[in-house]
């Protein structure tokens, strides 16, 4: 039964076309043990079967939410046992949401201080007088050595 098994499993190339998820990422998910280890063949060559199809697809839909390595291992312990509550899970989702807000705010508040020193600028002058450099550096000394 074993060998059924292997026969219907894929190489992790093949599992990586199926996913879209890198050769490198797939091992590294090994590695840190969000991916079961995979049987291997008489020769010795790593094996994935549906298992691994469905765990990285969640891993993978995890990741483009964002969600960090952590997160998604203590989510994979919730997925592996069906019976427990979700409010780990809960508390997890809503853990990553306020990071997700908090940056945002941060891009908002960049975004405002780039918007701010471009206006300084319309550009035409050399980089003493460019309002950009001065606003990101204090550049006096490059008026000191002008000619």
Known sequence: MAEKNIARAMPIGSL???TGVKVETIRYYEQVGLLPQPERSEGNQRRFGRVHVERLAFIKHARDLGFPVDGIRALLRLSDNPG???DE???ISVAHLDDVRH???RLRS???ELERIAAT???GVTACDCKIIEALADHGQCRNHAH
């Open 16 to 18: 990586s076309d199926r």
């Open 110 to 112: 960049l975004e405002k």
């Open 103 to 105: 940056k945002i705010a």
């Open 84 to 86: 427990r509550a979700c």
């Open 121 to 123: 600028c319309s550009g």
């Open 89 to 91: 899970a809960h508390a």
